[in-house]
Protein backbone atom coordinates (compact mmCIF):
# COMPACT_ATOMS: atom_id res chain seq x y z
CA UNK A 1 0.00 0.00 0.00
CA UNK A 2 1.66 3.42 -0.77
CA UNK A 3 0.11 6.74 -0.32
CA UNK A 4 1.58 10.04 -2.19
CA UNK A 5 0.34 13.29 -0.93
CA UNK A 6 0.49 16.44 -3.29
CA UNK A 7 -0.60 20.10 -3.24
CA UNK A 8 1.47 21.28 -0.52
CA UNK A 9 3.70 24.91 -0.99
CA UNK A 10 4.07 28.50 0.10
CA UNK A 11 1.15 30.70 0.58
CA UNK A 12 0.08 33.99 2.28
CA UNK A 13 -1.39 34.18 5.49
CA UNK A 14 -4.96 34.16 4.01
CA UNK A 15 -4.82 32.13 1.09
CA UNK A 16 -5.94 28.27 0.07
CA UNK A 17 -4.18 24.91 -0.23
CA UNK A 18 -6.03 21.65 -1.70
CA UNK A 19 -3.83 18.36 -0.55
CA UNK A 20 -4.49 15.03 -2.38
CA UNK A 21 -3.31 11.92 -1.17
CA UNK A 22 -3.71 8.77 -3.72
CA UNK A 23 -3.66 5.50 -2.24
CA UNK A 24 -2.42 2.39 -4.55
CA UNK A 25 -2.51 -0.90 -3.32
CA UNK A 26 -5.65 -0.52 -1.11
CA UNK A 27 -9.01 1.27 -1.35
CA UNK A 28 -10.60 3.99 0.51
CA UNK A 29 -14.09 2.81 0.40
CA UNK A 30 -13.88 0.64 3.17
CA UNK A 31 -11.79 2.63 4.98
CA UNK A 32 -11.78 5.99 7.53
CA UNK A 33 -9.70 8.11 5.99
CA UNK A 34 -7.73 10.77 8.28
CA UNK A 35 -5.29 14.10 7.82
CA UNK A 36 -2.57 14.61 10.21
CA UNK A 37 0.13 17.89 10.75
CA UNK A 38 3.19 17.86 12.24
CA UNK A 39 4.78 21.22 13.29
CA UNK A 40 8.53 21.63 14.12
CA UNK A 41 9.00 20.67 17.59
CA UNK A 42 5.10 19.52 18.09
CA UNK A 43 3.56 15.98 18.18
CA UNK A 44 1.66 14.90 15.27
CA UNK A 45 -2.11 16.09 14.85
CA UNK A 46 -5.01 14.95 14.61
CA UNK A 47 -6.17 17.67 11.80
CA UNK A 48 -9.77 15.66 10.10
CA UNK A 49 -11.40 12.45 9.78
CA UNK A 50 -14.34 11.21 7.25
CA UNK A 51 -16.00 7.94 7.92
CA UNK A 52 -15.90 5.71 5.07
CA UNK A 53 -19.93 6.23 4.27
CA UNK A 54 -18.33 9.89 3.92
CA UNK A 55 -21.01 10.57 5.94
CA UNK A 56 -19.67 11.82 9.44
CA UNK A 57 -16.42 14.31 9.72
CA UNK A 58 -14.41 15.47 12.35
CA UNK A 59 -12.12 18.28 12.73
CA UNK A 60 -9.24 19.76 14.78
CA UNK A 61 -10.89 22.77 16.47
CA UNK A 62 -7.74 25.10 15.32
CA UNK A 63 -9.53 24.53 11.74
CA UNK A 64 -12.82 23.84 12.28
CA UNK A 65 -14.75 26.30 9.36
CA UNK A 66 -11.47 26.48 7.29
CA UNK A 67 -10.92 22.99 6.60
CA UNK A 68 -12.66 20.58 4.61
CA UNK A 69 -12.09 17.04 3.87
CA UNK A 70 -13.29 15.02 0.85
CA UNK A 71 -12.93 11.70 -0.41
CA UNK A 72 -13.33 10.49 -4.06
CA UNK A 73 -13.81 6.41 -4.16
CA UNK A 74 -13.70 5.95 -7.66
CA UNK A 75 -10.13 7.68 -7.94
CA UNK A 76 -9.21 6.41 -4.46
CA UNK A 77 -7.85 9.34 -3.45
CA UNK A 78 -8.84 11.78 -0.90
CA UNK A 79 -7.89 15.38 -0.42
CA UNK A 80 -7.95 18.49 2.23
CA UNK A 81 -9.01 21.64 1.30
CA UNK A 82 -7.46 24.30 3.43
CA UNK A 83 -8.88 28.01 3.53
CA UNK A 84 -8.01 31.20 5.28
CA UNK A 85 -4.79 29.45 6.10
CA UNK A 86 -2.73 31.16 9.34
CA UNK A 87 0.96 31.01 10.00
CA UNK A 88 0.06 28.49 12.95
CA UNK A 89 -1.48 26.41 10.12
CA UNK A 90 2.64 25.64 8.85
CA UNK A 91 3.27 22.41 9.18
CA UNK A 92 3.75 18.73 7.54
CA UNK A 93 0.27 16.97 6.47
CA UNK A 94 0.09 13.38 6.05
CA UNK A 95 -2.47 11.12 5.31
CA UNK A 96 -3.32 7.98 7.32
CA UNK A 97 -5.56 5.31 6.50
CA UNK A 98 -5.55 1.45 8.28
CA UNK A 99 -6.30 -1.39 5.94
CA UNK A 100 -6.63 -4.97 7.25
CA UNK A 101 -5.08 -4.01 10.81
CA UNK A 102 -2.17 -2.10 9.39
CA UNK A 103 -1.37 2.24 8.94
CA UNK A 104 -0.10 3.36 6.32
CA UNK A 105 1.28 7.12 6.27
CA UNK A 106 1.92 8.75 3.11
CA UNK A 107 5.63 10.43 2.83
CA UNK A 108 4.36 13.95 4.01
CA UNK A 109 3.90 17.25 2.14
CA UNK A 110 5.22 20.80 3.50
CA UNK A 111 2.83 23.38 3.91
CA UNK A 112 4.02 27.06 5.03
CA UNK A 113 2.30 29.74 5.69
CA UNK A 114 4.07 33.17 5.48
CA UNK A 115 2.93 36.26 7.93
Known amino acids: VRLVESGGGLVQAGGSLRLSCAASGATFSGNTIRWFRQAPGKQRELVAS????????NYADSVKGRFTISRDNAKNTMYLQMNSLKPEDTAVYYCRIIADGTVYWGQGTQVTVSS
Open 50 to 57: MTSSGDST
